[in-house]
């Protein structure tokens, strides 16, 4: 393929991280006396990129203490002439978190940039500089792009295990030279509490790190923080963030489990039980923590379109904000559905007007998977499909208005890429198969989890025909990361073809399935 080869770009950040990591980390994890003791600001939890386009991108940041961030930018690692950029100042308003907008870059490039965090009564007091590079989109569609998407970080009980080597399937998605990673939602498991130790099946023990913020459920905007802390404390997340930009989306774990507005809470665990408190406190520590465009924007919204290049759009979907209430999801008229009516149309809106080769929709929920919620003791649903194999009925009526918008005007090149249910499965939907029969075929790959409980696989409903084409999953629920069943995705378009490959793989890189397609059809 053409995608441009980086030689030396691992081995340089290799380098330049385990060269800095006894500086970089928190003084509790083991950070070097001397700086603990100078009183400089220290940026212990790595640092970020986000949302990168052709000639822009978000750093991000943490301070262990009030600080001005300035971030420096350089085409090389030598940082010879640097451009500067002067960020936020960090305080305890945001967790001592901030984003830096960097401007009118050279598209197509690798950029390296630091991090320097200064004390705010004294510039010439900074920390010592975090490092990390990126790569902007391009302009040229024979660059070809790459990416690797995956969700679920730390559920069911599973979380850092410092024995098994932590989070490594970052270093597998790292060792592919992704432009970027989609996280398809649940970075955190707030509704997820960790003990130390969990007796396994076999025998064995699994041993987690543990703070003070995992020992019960999130329920204080202190609390929410401090699951997202909990997963900076992986050295394999914080190598991969330095040197892989992110798309993130939410789902139901970074509140919790199988939310929706309005939800009043039964669950003994919690004493605050209106979920749309707990949404308003985790959406404040969601946005401190990721890098992300729209949510600076005064709406804060999470659903975005990312143009990279002229291959790729990715459409980003927030199928939990503007949800109706679970239910038996059977009804004959649903306006709302999953996606919400604004939402909804600034999709279409979105599709018509993308000029890209392939439009990936990132969807927090797959689509012809029945995945129930239980949790009150009724028969409820969770995501679109509710098993019935007939009509469309309750959430699914507004995919079947997207599959239809889609096929008569004529938009070519979608693919769906989603995660939540902890398996590994490639999906065709075909209409000579559906009930519903008004829509082009078109693949959902589902791929996940990154680190959590894995699941038997789910049933399908055939209103939209999917065919399970391929699917890997354990025949037990919540089988440990200790036992495999770890997966992420990887979506591969070729500079010179525009043929799009997708590959579904293990935790240690393994490819399990692969299918290309070829570009400029509406249906695949």
Same mark, same amino acid.
Request: glycine share 4%; no cysteine.
């Given at each position: 393929m053409s995608h441009r080869p980086l030689p030396g770009r691992r081995s340089v950040l290799r380098g330049s991280l385990a060269a800095s990591a006894a500086l970089t980390l928190p003084v509790g994890l083991g950070a070097a006396p001397a700086l603990a003791l100078s009183g400089r600001p220290k940026a212990g939890w790595g640092v970020q990129t986000g949302d990168v386009t052709a000639h822009s991108g978000l750093v991000w940041v943490r301070s262990d203490r009030p600080a001005r961030m300035v971030v420096e930018t350089s085409a090389t690692e030598s940082f010879r002439n640097p451009r500067r950029w002067y960020g936020p100042l960090l305080g305890k308003d945001s967790d001592f978190t901030g984003t830096t907008l960097l401007r009118g870059l050279p598209s197509g490039e690798q950029i390296h940039y630091r991090?320097?965090?200064?004390?705010?009564?004294?510039?010439?007091?900074?920390?010592?500089?975090?490092?990390?590079?990126?790569?902007?989109?391009?302009?040229?569609?024979?660059?070809?792009?790459r990416f690797v998407w995956s969700g679920d970080l730390a559920g069911q009980g599973w979380g850092i295990n410092p024995e098994l080597g932590g989070y490594r399937i970052y270093d597998a998605m790292a060792a592919l030279d992704p432009d970027f990673f989609i996280c398809s939602g649940d970075n955190v498991y707030a509704d997820g509490p960790l003990t130390e130790t969990v007796a396994l099946p076999d025998g064995r023990t699994w041993r987690n790190i543990t703070t003070e913020e995992?020992?019960?459920?999130?329920?204080?905007? &202190?609390?929410? /923080?401090?699951? $997202?802390?909990?997963?900076?404390?992986?050295?394999? !997340? #914080?190598?991969?963030?330095? =040197? @892989?930009?992110?798309?993130?989306?939410?789902?139901?774990?970074?509140?919790?489990?199988n939310w929706y507005p309005g939800e009043i809470l039964s669950d003994s665990r919690y004493t605050e039980k209106n979920v749309d408190v707990l949404a &308003?406190?985790? /959406?404040?520590? $969601?946005?401190?923590?990721?890098?992300?465009?729209? !949510? #600076?924007?005064?709406?804060? =919204? @999470?659903?975005?379109?990312?143009?990279?290049?002229?291959?790729?759009?990715?459409?980003?979907?927030?199928?939990?904000?503007?949800?109706?209430?679970?239910?038996?999801?059977?009804q004959t008229t649903d306006p709302q559905g999953i996606l919400g009516r604004e939402q909804l149309q600034w999709l279409k809106r979105e599709l018509s007007r993308s000029r890209a080769v392939w439009k990936v929709i990132a969807s927090d929920m797959p689509l012809g998977l029945v995945v129930p919620d239980t949790g009150d003791g009724k028969p409820n649903i969770e995501a679109v499909a509710q098993g019935d194999p007939g009509a469309p009925l309750g959430r699914e009526l507004q995919i079947a208005?997207?599959?239809?918008?889609?096929?008569?005007?004529?938009?070519?090149?979608?693919?769906?890429?989603?995660?939540?249910?902890?398996?590994?499965?490639?999906?065709?939907?075909?209409?000579?198969?559906?009930?519903?029969?008004?829509?082009?075929?078109?693949?959902?790959?589902?791929s996940g989890p990154l680190n959590a409980g894995a699941f038997p696989a789910n049933a399908l409903d055939n209103t939209f025909g999917p065919e399970r084409v391929f699917v890997k999953a354990p025949t037990t629920a919540n089988v440990s990361p200790a036992n495999g069943y770890q997966f992420f995705g990887e979506v591969d378009i070729d500079g010179d073809t525009a043929e799009l490959t997708v590959r579904l793989r293990e935790q240690d890189g393994t490819v399990l399935f692969t299918k290309a397609l070829q570009p400029g059809r509406v249906g695949q």
């Open positions: 991090v320097l965090l200064a004390d705010p009564d004294d510039p010439r007091r900074t920390g010592e500089p975090v490092t990390g590079t990126f790569r902007t989109a391009p302009a040229r569609r024979r660059d070809g792009v995992k020992a019960k459920v999130a329920e204080t905007l &202190a609390e929410f /923080r401090g699951n $997202f802390r909990y997963n900076l404390l992986d050295e394999n !997340l #914080r190598a991969f963030n330095a =040197r @892989v930009p992110s798309i993130i989306q939410w789902d139901d774990h970074e509140v919790t489990n &308003a406190r985790a /959406r404040q520590a $969601f946005s401190e923590y990721f890098p992300m465009s729209t !949510l #600076r924007r005064p709406e804060g =919204r @999470v659903y975005r379109v990312q143009h990279h290049g002229p291959l790729l759009d990715v459409f980003v979907l927030d199928m939990r904000t503007y949800r109706n209430a679970n239910s038996t999801d059977d208005e997207l599959l239809r918008f889609i096929k008569h005007r004529r938009i070519t090149g979608t693919v769906w890429v989603t995660a939540d249910v902890h398996y590994t499965s490639a999906q065709h939907y075909q209409p000579s198969r559906a009930a519903f029969t008004d829509f082009e075929p078109f693949w959902e790959f589902v």
